[in-house]
């Protein structure tokens, strides 16, 4: 099947006249339109909690580059906030957790929430942006994966180390197997509902996956993606999944097997390497240093077209970051690179 969009023709490693390139963060404070939209909204959750305005904030970067797809603006601890957790996102510290789960008790006390219902307003976003892109830009649709967001949920907060994660993996197991149990379960439904809205690729964020060895990583992170990506699957086969993960090289073959459509890699794997190492099980997302977003026109068109070159004639290749905009890069930047990308 031919896709009119460079971005699924891509996930479906199919020839495409250059490869598309959306960027994690696009929307976001390096944008003036943006700031001024959270402004508005009076903070970031409300942002999130109001449709015109999410919707608003996602369609702001089509409006100045020509990127191949929109990513829902959303954070993947509305789910958290559902749960009625006491997220808060607090300027100097990111989110914040203030009520953690570390016990059985506190697993136990966990509601069963009902995504369509407790996170209505995602969907109405969805709907909202279906009717405002154009057909060939696809929206993209997303989640934290379970082992990222139990890593929230048990810390309290990000950090550098998430120890007391660590330690319940260590000291209670089979507890911190129980919670990604239930968040997977959560997140099946929530994305489901996010394709029935209009999603029409989804994307999985394991930011926190590079905190494990390789044997716990199978057992406390992928296994949960793999559950999540079939039971998506068997609902929509045809559905394009994508896997981020952060510090992922040594389990880019795993991460292949779990029935994923493309993995999202961070700037630290060389991406022709990775291409070699899965073949054409997968195609792949990435990855330029968002570091370099900061350095001159010159220096940013040589490590796109290093990239680019790496990777290779092939069909597969989605560019993107190897993480997420930074807030202060200069919106030009943006641009020289997206303009890069489509020149080749």
């Known amino acids: 099947m031919t896709h009119s969009s460079r971005f699924l023709s891509a996930l479906a490693r199919q020839p495409v006249d250059c490869p598309p390139v959306w960027l ?9 339109e943006y700031r001024a939209t959270r402004e508005q909204a009076g903070s970031f959750l409300q942002l999130c909690k109001t449709p015109e305005l999410a919707c608003e904030v996602t369609l702001q970067p089509l409006r100045r580059f020509d990127l191949d797809a929109a990513i829902l603006f959303a954070d993947i601890l509305l789910i ?67 082992w990222t967001v139990a890593a929230y ?9 998430f120890y007391a994660l660590r330690g319940l993996m260590y000291g209670q197991p089979d507890l911190l ?22 999603a029409q690729a989804l994307m ?12 716990h990583y199978l057992a406390f992170s992928l296994e949960y993606v793999r559950q999540i990506t079939h039971a998506l699957k068997a609902l929509y086969p045809s559905l394009p999944l994508i896997l981020y993960s952060k ?9 292949a097997g779990t029935g994923v459509d493309a993995l999202g890699l961070d700037w630290t794997v060389d991406i022709g390497h990775a291409r070699q190492r899965v073949g054409q099980r997968v195609a792949l997302q990435g990855n330029l240093d968002p570091g370099v977003l900061y350095s001159s026109p010159e220096t940013l ?14 069909p597969g290749h989605i560019f993107n970051l190897g993480h997420g905009i930074p807030l202060d890069v200069p919106p030009d930047n943006i641009k020289i690179l997206v303009d890069t990308v489509h020149e080749g």
């Open 247 to 255: 510090n992922g090289a040594a389990s880019l073959e795993a991460r």
């Open 301 to 314: 068109r040589k490590e796109i077209r290093a990239i680019l070159s790496s990777f290779g004639p092939y």
């Open 153 to 161: 949920l048990v810390e309290g907060r990000g950090t550098k180390e």
């Open 24 to 32: 994690m963060r696009q929307a976001g404070r390096y944008l003036p």
């Open 177 to 198: 197997h129980a919670l990604l149990h239930y968040l997977t379960e959560v997140t099946v439904t929530y994305l489901s509902a996010q394709v029935k809205a209009g």
């Open 80 to 146: 958290a906030d559902a749960m009625g957790l006491g997220l808060q996102m607090v300027e100097t510290q990111g989110p914040v957790i203030t009520q953690p789960i570390r016990s059985a008790k506190d697993l136990a006390n966990l509601p069963h929430i009902h995504p369509e219902h407790d996170l209505a307003y995602v969907y109405q976003t969805i709907r909202l942006l279906r009717k405002e892109l154009p057909s060939h830009i696809p929206l993209i649709g997303f989640a934290g994966s379970p």
């Open 204 to 215: 999985l964020f394991d930011t926190w996956g590079g905190l494990l060895n390789p044997v």
